[in-house]
């Protein structure tokens, strides 16, 4: 990718970021993980299929 196109993406995602907050665009092979703070379902097959234990809060 040419230094235009990575210039412009990087600002597009900062743009996302600070209007949705950090943790709303993921890249492949980034290792930080957000910890998402969630409400259980009370159905705990629902919780593991959503991924983070159930409704994310305030989101």
Same mark, same amino acid.
């Given at each position: #990718?040419?230094? +235009?196109?990575?210039? @412009?993406?990087? &600002? ?15 890249? #492949?092979?980034? +290792?930080?993980?957000? @910890?998402?703070? &969630? ?21």
């Amino acid at each position: #990718m040419d230094a +235009n196109k990575q210039k @412009a993406l990087d &600002a597009a995602l900062s743009q996302i970021e600070r209007q949705f907050g950090k943790g709303t665009v993921m890249r #492949m092979g980034d +290792n930080e993980r957000v @910890a998402i703070p &969630a409400i259980s379902t009370g159905s705990l097959g629902l919780d593991i299929a959503l991924g983070i234990g159930g409704l994310p809060k305030g989101r």
